[in-house]
């Protein structure tokens, strides 16, 4: 069992998880993907297999459940700037990752197939618990919580918004990366890098869960149900400018609680060797999925 008492294995910890997740999910995915229109529910092994992961950590760490998946009280402020950037990642990013994925698509690159059928109503149930709520809990417990963790534990106090935004940056990154889809890579980098700013100046984690599902559920909805056109000129430039001010809002006028780290000076050099595990494995499978 790894020895995750010590500061340096808290890193080493995320990486063997993303590592873990890729292989033990692929191997458990292989007999459900059997089930016919059902099979979809293999897409909620990965993420229910890192929850497992998740608290298996705050249980041998030792470290208080709050403490890594912090859930404080919101105002009303952190609630509208959350709105406003979900409007914002949906329309105005969103419409960047329609342009890349065809781009993609025209140059011969493999993104995958969005094209759901509806095929009953428990499909659409087993799709929604599948794509929808079992990636809000299990990506957000992973990312949001147990990595934020570990970079507050090698970077100290989180009390300036340059360290904020640099832990934002690094988590947007290894979301993107792990979800191993250059069509959508854009997307996933920004939204987790707004779901990880929202969840340090809020300290609370179920505002990023909800707004992570619900992003999942509009998008399977609209596929099952919808045949209408989401991404105008206009709702480009409102999403956008819906962006821009919810994060004003979000990274100068929502304060965070007060943390309590014991270091004072960034040292990432620990984590950024374990972090770069995870990196390697995320870009072969992106090669892997993508190209080949």
Not at 28 to 38: H, I, R, T, V
Not at 96 to 122: P, R, Y
Not at 186 to 193: K, L, R
Request: aromatic fraction near 12%.
């Amino acid at each position: 069992m790894i020895n995750i008492e010590k500061q340096k294995n808290y890193g080493l910890f995320f990486s063997a998880t993303v590592i873990i997740a890729y292989l033990f999910s692929a191997i458990l995915s292989a007999p459900l993907l059997k089930l016919g229109d059902y099979g979809i529910v293999a897409n909620a092994v990965q993420p229910i297999l890192i929850t497992g992961l998740c608290i298996l950590f705050v249980k041998k760490s030792g470290e208080k459940l709050s403490d890594v998946f912090p859930v404080k009280k919101i105002n009303l402020l952190a609630v509208l700037s959350a709105l406003l950037c979900f409007i914002g990642l949906f329309f105005g990013i969103g419409r960047i990752n329609v342009d890349l994925s065809e781009f993609l698509q025209d140059i011969g690159v493999n993104i995958g197939n969005m094209d759901f059928k509806l095929k009953g109503v428990w499909h659409y149930i087993v799709s929604v618990l599948s794509l929808s709520v079992a990636p809000a809990v299990g990506e957000e417990l992973l990312f949001r919580g147990v990595l934020l963790f570990a970079l507050y534990k090698f970077c100290g106090k989180v009390d300036t918004l340059k360290k904020q935004l640099l832990i934002c940056v690094i988590s947007g990154g290894m979301f993107a990366l792990f979800h191993k889809n250059l069509a959508q890579i854009i997307y996933q980098f920004c939204y987790g890098f707004i779901l990880s700013a929202l969840v340090i100046r809020t300290q609370n984690m179920i505002l990023a869960m909800i707004m992570h599902a619900l992003n999942n559920f509009i998008i399977l909805t609209h596929a099952f149900f919808w045949g209408v056109e989401l991404y105008t000129t206009k709702t480009f430039v409102i999403g956008l400018l819906s962006l821009f001010i919810g994060l004003i809002l979000l990274l100068l006028f929502v304060n965070p609680p007060k943390a309590e780290n014991s270091k004072e000076k960034l040292d990432f050099k620990e984590i950024l060797i374990y972090l770069s595990l995870s990196v390697i494995f995320c870009v072969v499978a992106i090669i892997l999925v993508n190209f080949l």
